[in-house]
């Protein structure tokens, strides 16, 4: 296959990859197995743990493994495994490099480029994180898109019928409800809301925590001042959960769980479907809560849907379907795999970008609104801190919106643009993107307030740039918002990228694949590659580099693994001595 365009949904729990042939999306696997655990472990060995084998660690090193690094994308978070600390961006890079590899197998080819998938709620800095992480496993993220969205371009593909989906998409960490119309081949998102708070990690966290206080009612020990009991406790209890989706009971049992004063004690507790869904109905609840506001955004009833389609895993808890179809008087439908939808929704996106023959046209929304902050004039006084937004929440993208703005008083020529995210009318309550400054501004008319024109300009990706035009000498100043205090700088991203691929050419991993020749060789040789576009080399460093490029490629022609081991091991030094 020559140069695919993959589909990728990097889930909390679970990521999968996805690609379109013969017109149709289907998973990539390796051995059998359709999903990859999002989870990424050092072992007492030293060797770097990605998916099942870090997975299975989890429960007797939980200290040195790492699970739903996805709700911590976009955050300044710093992740410690071992002696090494990690970015949140660089933990999810672990999984997109081990995706990438499950991907180049199957299609024996090289994977370069990619579509990747963000909750519909995830903010301007989460979705950045995301395009970091993926260009430190060495990806080009083609496009950012919509979980909810992905969804319905799988469901919506090779269907001529027009209907109205809201799409409900409760995963292992995060929920998401969008309102999807599917007219005529045309996928649009009318609107959408959710919680990248809310999922199966919570319904894990609430069963533990149930039966650790009963634990401690029985022996007079707490489990969660104990690390690795509770780690234990919590995998007990996703198996629980997942059996109770089908039985009415399920059992819960670890032996010499911990111990008490040199006595061993062993956990044996049988937890019922009805338990289990008074501990979890509220956080279900908050879930219906977002469905009514997507509705109320639509100017719409349920009554006014076509149906309801679930995706993510957690959706196939039966209390999900009892309580929404007890809300809208629609009995939802699982038509697509609800693990699955996602990731073959983002083929079928990365399929149209290809130029695939596909037939399906994709309309997204923002999940946010955008804006800026502004003053105004209230009698004798200033009132600042007021959010005017300029692009609304569910506005259709790509969009240009653009305002009209004067200066507080006359001759004023400088004014500050502060670019906002969120809903509340206090500025400063909403989420800070960025700032610049204009000066020089000329009123149009002698002795009048200058008048500056700003326009935000976001794209497909969520991508928002903003301008600010002086209307009287059109003076323009641009920024373009990309969460700077939590987005990695570009140093930073060449320096995890190396880093990465050092560790993993030097270590190994524990995966079941041998990705060494498509994976990390593939990283290095993508990042010594843009550094050699760049430019910015001296000529010398430039030839040394791309001597090597040729050495590695030709020892990867050979087959002489130890060959290409050791130059690749050169090559980390030379691009660690020209980024530092």
């Not at 009318?190 to 009963?214: C, K, Y």
């Not at 009415?248 to 040199?262: D, H, N, V, Y």
């Not at 008083?409 to 509340?424: A, L, M, N, S």
Request: aromatic share 6%.
């Amino acid at each position: 296959m020559d140069d695919p365009i993959v589909g990728i949904d990097l889930g909390t729990t679970y990521t999968a990859v996805a690609v379109v042939q013969d017109g149709q999306p289907r998973l990539l696997t390796r051995g059998g197995e359709r999903l990859l655990p999002s989870v990424v472990g050092l072992s007492p060995q030293g060797k770097w743990l990605v998916g099942m084998p870090a997975r299975n660690q989890f429960v007797f090193a939980p200290e040195n493994t790492v699970r739903s690094i996805k709700r911590m994308m976009g955050s300044a978070e710093r992740i410690t495994i071992g002696r090494y600390t990690f970015t949140p961006q660089q933990i999810s890079a672990f999984i997109l490099h081990e995706i990438k590899a499950v991907a180049e197998a199957s299609l024996r080819c090289t994977v370069r480029r990619a579509v990747i998938t963000v909750p519909a709620y995830f903010s301007d800095a989460q979705r950045q994180a995301t395009r970091d992480a993926g260009e430190i496993a060495g990806l080009e993220v083609v496009r950012i898109i919509n979980e909810p969205t992905a969804a319905a371009l799988a469901y919506g593909l090779n269907r001529a019928e027009d209907q109205l989906v809201l799409v409900y998409d409760l995963g292992g960490g995060t929920f998401d409800c969008s309102l999807v119309e599917l007219v005529a081949g045309v996928v649009e998102v009318r609107a959408s809301h959710g919680d990248t708070w809310l999922g199966g990690d919570d319904f894990d966290l609430r069963l533990a925590e149930h039966v650790a206080r009963i634990f401690a009612e029985r022996y007079s020990v707490d489990l969660r001042r104990d690390h690795r009991a509770m780690a234990r406790l919590t995998r007990a209890a996703e198996r629980a959960k997942i059996e109770l989706s089908e039985h009415p009971f399920a059992w819960i049992r670890e032996e010499f769980l911990t111990e008490s004063g040199g006595r061993p004690l062993h956990l044996e507790y049988e937890v019922s479907r009805r338990e289990f869904e008074a501990l979890i109905r509220d956080l279900l609840q908050r879930t219906l809560d977002s469905v009514d506001r997507v509705l109320q955004d639509a100017g719409l009833s349920p009554r006014d849907l076509d149906r309801i389609l679930l995706v993510g895993g957690s959706t196939r808890i039966p209390l999900v379907w009892q309580m929404l179809t007890e809300h809208t008087g629609i009995e939802p439908q699982m038509a697509i795999h609800p693990e699955e939808a996602v990731a073959l929704g983002a083929a079928v996106q990365a399929a149209i970008i290809a130029g695939q023959p596909i037939g399906t046209v994709l309309v997204d929304v923002t999940p946010f609104s955008l804006g800026i902050e502004i003053a105004t004039q209230m009698g004798d006084t200033i009132v600042p801190d007021i959010y005017r937004p300029i692009i609304r929440r569910n506005t259709v993208i790509p969009c240009t919106h653009e305002e009209v703005f004067r200066t507080v008083y006359p001759g004023q020529d400088t004014v500050e643009i502060v670019v906002y995210q969120g809903e509340h009318p206090v500025a400063s309550r909403n989420r800070l993107l960025g700032r610049f400054r204009i000066e020089g501004l000329q009123p149009e008319t002698p002795g009048e307030p200058a008048r500056v024109t700003v326009r935000f300009d976001m794209d497909v990706n969520g991508q928002l740039r903003v301008q600010a035009t002086d209307r009287k000498s059109g003076q323009r100043k641009t920024i373009t918002v990309m969460a700077a205090k939590e987005r990695l700088s570009a140093e930073e991203i060449n320096r995890a990228t190396a880093q990465m691929a050092a560790l993993l050419a030097a270590q190994g991993t524990g995966s079941d694949s041998d990705a060494f020749d498509t994976g990390e060789v593939e990283v290095m040789l993508n990042r010594a590659r843009r550094l050699l576009q760049n430019g910015r080399l001296e000529i010398d460093r430039a030839d040394q580099i791309q001597s090597k490029i040729d050495e590695i490629e030709q020892a990867r022609r050979d087959g002489d693994r130890e060959l290409l081991a050791r130059l690749v091991d050169e090559l980390v030094d030379l691009l660690f001595e020209v980024e530092i």
